[in-house]
């Protein structure tokens, strides 16, 4: 069993910078591949990026390639995502989720999910 709790997002303006947090519980964080989806308005939930247990593998969406970053701390049992040069079209509520996959990027490979936390992009 694995327990998500997102924080740090914001309002902030195009341009800007975020970093969520994503705080975990659970004796398997360490070895449980984890990922962030995002879902505007309106919108199906998106995969956004994902890391691997070890951290050593990361994959994004083409859409925040270059922008955001995926890390985590294993001791900490927390994953990030930073996100630079956030644009309008960012907006949404974001949420961490665990797999037991090495790194996936379909919202069906993931066991448990945060309750999110919303990003909002001013222009």
């Known amino acids: 069993q694995v327990q998500l709790v997102e924080s740090g997002g914001g309002l902030v303006q195009a341009g800007g910078s975020l970093r969520l947090s994503c705080a975990a519980s659970g004796r398997t964080f360490s070895t449980t591949g984890m990922g962030w989806f995002r879902q505007a308005p309106g919108k199906e939930r998106e995969f956004v990026a994902a890391i691997s247990w070890s951290g050593t593998s990361t994959y994004y969406a083409d859409s925040v390639k270059g922008r955001f970053t995926i890390s985590r701390d294993n001791a900490k049992n927390t994953v990030y995502l930073q996100m630079n040069s956030l644009k309008p079209e960012d907006t949404a509520v974001y949420y961490c989720?665990?797999?037991?996959?090495?790194?996936?990027?379909?919202?069906?490979?993931?066991?448990?999910w945060g309750q999110g936390t919303q990003v909002t992009v001013s222009s």
């Open positions: 989720a665990a797999t037991r996959s090495y790194l996936a990027d379909y919202t069906h490979d993931y066991t448990y």
